[in-house]
């Protein structure tokens, strides 16, 4: 109880310190609850051709959101703990156990994160309904978007990063409990500026000719998937996995070595870099673009995912409606005087009226029997009939190409059964 009352009591005191990491914490919760949200939301998309793919798209996009989160977790704990060395070393240098200081900060850590994951759910329950909301905008569907108040989306999020901050704050408290005394006093050594060797400009020009090529590949992706064809049925598949490794590999070796390729450039250039402080604003930005790469890239790719997938649910969308107005009209006989609310219903639902054809239809009395040509017998038929003059029909059929075409005397009539 002691070491958690002064858990408690140094987390308030310093949360000017923690917050920069809480916050970043909290909104990559929110990230996650949202997409959970979109997806474990039924009533949102059971009314959308491809319901079920959306759905899957969503989870799965979100377990691939996941890794990210936790290394971006990870390293942002591994930069907060470095901010608490001087504290740790001053607890252990007045005689407390590296145990209890190691409890000290489990406890710590645990109420931070239970303080974040808080403030995700809050703000994930406010940003899905925004998330939601846009994405029915690029899809252009009607639909009615509430609060996104989940329970399914909360339990798995809750019981996700519970688990993930357990582990971070035992990561912790094991460090904690092996670090050296004279490296927690030791003042960190500020970086060298990196010497910029001919690999490393080597290899900066292969990160931005990775990522042209996948930002190519991608905006051309029909035109280059026939040259793929050697793969078979599996190119469609292995192409975007080509892109996204090129997208992950070349956004890396961007910030690792093409910026500070570009910086030392900038720093060489006398005219530019000798004009009042930018001489040091470009060597403290190299220092610090070095020692933030694996934050950035993370931070980066994140950002990434979350537009494609909103971006990939759009054009899945949009191309089976295109699919089903296109390849799969339907035709409806409707009322004159019902003809403006069925309009309307239709446009409410995205599908377009694309010819229309006023016809005459008489209801009527009939009794008749059916044989076959080869002199069967099919049974007699009595009861109404819905009769249409065979202009109107062939009119109808301007419409519909695909039904029979024949032509009638007076004495003649044509059933449709």
Same mark, same amino acid.
Request: proline share 3%; with cysteine.
């Given at each position: *109880? @002691?070491?958690?009352?002064?858990?408690?009591?140094?987390?308030?005191?310093?949360?000017?310190?923690?917050?920069?990491?809480?916050?970043?914490?909290?909104?990559?919760?929110?990230?996650?609850?949202?997409?959970?949200?979109?997806?474990?939301?039924?009533?949102?998309?059971?009314?959308? &051709?491809?319901?079920? *793919?959306?759905?899957?798209?969503?989870?799965?996009?979100?377990?691939?959101?996941?890794?990210?989160?936790?290394?971006?977790?990870?390293?942002?704990?591994?930069?907060?703990?470095?901010?608490?060395?001087? !504290?740790?070393?001053?607890?252990?240098?007045?005689? @407390?156990?590296?145990?209890?200081?190691?409890?000290?900060?489990?406890? !710590?850590?645990?109420?931070?994160?239970?303080?974040?994951?808080?403030?995700?759910?809050?703000?994930?329950?406010?940003?899905?309904?925004?998330?939601? $909301?846009?994405?029915?905008?690029?899809?252009?569907?009607?639909?009615?978007?509430?609060?996104?108040?989940?329970?399914?989306?909360?339990?798995?999020?809750? %019981?996700?990063?519970?688990?993930?901050?357990?582990?971070?704050?035992?990561?912790?408290?094991?460090?904690?409990?092996?670090?050296?005394?004279?490296?927690?006093?030791?003042?960190?050594?500020?970086?060298?500026?990196?010497?910029?060797?001919?690999?490393?400009?080597?290899? /900066?020009?292969? %990160?931005?000719?990775?990522?042209?090529?996948?930002? /190519?590949?991608?905006?051309?992706?029909? !035109?280059?998937?026939?040259?793929?064809?050697?793969?078979?049925?599996?190119?469609?598949?292995? =192409?975007?996995?080509?892109?996204?490794?090129?997208?992950?590999?070349?956004?890396?070796?961007?910030?690792?070595?093409? $910026?500070?390729?570009?910086?030392?450039?900038?720093?060489?250039?006398?005219?530019?870099?000798?004009?009042?402080?930018?001489?040091?604003?470009?060597?403290?930005?190299?220092?610090?673009?070095?020692?933030? @790469?694996?934050?950035?890239?993370?931070?980066?790719?994140?950002?990434?995912?979350?537009?494609?997938?909103? %971006?990939?649910?759009? *054009?899945?969308?949009?191309?089976?409606?295109? %699919?089903?107005?296109?390849?799969?009209?339907?035709?409806?006989?409707?009322?004159?005087?019902?003809?403006?609310?069925?309009?309307?219903?239709?446009?409410?639902?995205?599908?377009?009226?694309?010819?229309?054809? &006023?016809?005459?239809?008489? =209801?009527? /009395?009939?009794?008749?029997?059916?044989?076959?040509?080869?002199?069967?017998?099919? /049974?007699?038929?009595?009861?109404?009939?819905?009769?249409?003059?065979?202009?109107?029909?062939?009119?109808?059929?301007?419409?519909?190409?695909?039904?029979?075409?024949?032509?009638?005397?007076?004495?003649?009539?044509?059933?449709?059964?």
């Amino acid at each position: *109880m @002691v070491l958690l009352r002064l858990a408690f009591k140094n987390a308030r005191q310093n949360f000017n310190r923690y917050f920069v990491y809480v916050f970043a914490c909290a909104l990559a919760i929110t990230i996650y609850f949202a997409f959970n949200a979109l997806a474990l939301t039924p009533y949102l998309w059971h009314t959308l &051709p491809d319901a079920e *793919m959306i759905k899957n798209g969503l989870l799965s996009t979100n377990a691939f959101i996941l890794i990210f989160i936790v290394a971006f977790m990870f390293y942002a704990n591994l930069f907060f703990v470095q901010q608490q060395r001087r !504290e740790i070393a001053l607890f252990n240098l007045l005689g @407390v156990s590296r145990w209890r200081i190691s409890g000290y900060f489990f406890l !710590e850590n645990l109420l931070l994160g239970l303080l974040s994951l808080i403030l995700g759910l809050l703000l994930g329950i406010l940003l899905a309904k925004l998330f939601a $909301l846009l994405l029915v905008k690029l899809i252009g569907a009607s639909i009615s978007v509430g609060l996104l108040f989940s329970g399914a989306a909360i339990g798995q999020t809750i %019981g996700t990063f519970l688990l993930v901050y357990i582990f971070l704050a035992l990561f912790d408290a094991g460090l904690i409990a092996h670090y050296p005394l004279a490296i927690l006093f030791r003042q960190p050594v500020t970086d060298k500026v990196v010497p910029i060797t001919f690999w490393r400009y080597l290899l /900066g020009l292969l %990160g931005l000719a990775l990522l042209a090529s996948a930002y /190519g590949m991608a905006q051309f992706y029909t !035109e280059i998937l026939p040259h793929f064809k050697f793969l078979g049925a599996a190119a469609a598949i292995i =192409v975007p996995l080509l892109i996204l490794v090129f997208v992950l590999v070349g956004t890396f070796l961007f910030y690792r070595f093409s $910026l500070l390729a570009l910086l030392m450039q900038l720093r060489h250039w006398y005219r530019f870099s000798y004009r009042k402080i930018r001489l040091f604003t470009l060597a403290n930005l190299s220092q610090r673009l070095h020692r933030h @790469v694996n934050i950035s890239w993370l931070v980066t790719i994140l950002a990434a995912i979350t537009l494609t997938v909103l %971006g990939s649910i759009t *054009m899945i969308y949009t191309a089976s409606y295109d %699919g089903l107005n296109t390849d799969q009209p339907l035709a409806l006989t409707v009322d004159r005087q019902l003809a403006p609310a069925v309009a309307q219903h239709l446009t409410k639902h995205q599908l377009t009226v694309q010819q229309k054809q &006023p016809a005459t239809f008489k =209801v009527t /009395g009939a009794q008749f029997k059916l044989d076959s040509l080869l002199g069967f017998h099919y /049974g007699a038929f009595t009861g109404p009939l819905t009769v249409i003059s065979q202009q109107d029909y062939q009119a109808a059929r301007r419409l519909q190409p695909n039904l029979p075409a024949f032509r009638l005397n007076d004495q003649q009539v044509f059933y449709f059964a």
